[in-house]
């Protein structure tokens, strides 16, 4: 069992930046997939960002130069960089660890940027 804890969000003036946290716990994640994704009210689940153990990324184009992902292995975290805000961004951002054999999802995290 996996359990991942988001942090970091809140509101912001367009333009403005944030930084999303997701700590994990209940084992070492290392080979895993960590992702975020993000909903906003009456649409799908989406993805923004993801990093493989071997720290290759994929960004959403409609993030891509703005948003950046990382992972501390050490510390079983995965960051996400927000940057240049707009308030197309504004939705629930959920943490996410995948492989073979999981598929664990965070409580999720409110970032809103008015406009």
């Known amino acids: 069992q996996v359990q991942l804890v988001e942090s970091g969000g809140g509101l912001v003036q367009p333009g403005g930046s944030l930084r999303l946290s997701c700590a994990a716990s209940g084992r070492p994640l290392r080979a895993q997939v960590m992702g975020w994704y993000r909903q906003a009210p009456g649409k799908q689940r989406e993805l923004v960002a993801s990093?493989?153990?071997?720290?290759?990324?994929i960004y959403a184009d409609s993030v891509k130069g703005r948003f950046t992902i990382s992972r501390d292995t050490a510390k079983n975290t995965v960051y996400l960089q927000m940057n240049s805000l707009k308030p197309e961004d504004t939705a629930v951002y959920y943490c996410n660890v995948r492989s073979t054999t999981m598929n664990f999802w965070g409580q999720g995290t409110q970032v809103t940027v008015p406009s």
């Open positions: 990093i493989t153990g071997g720290d290759s990324t």
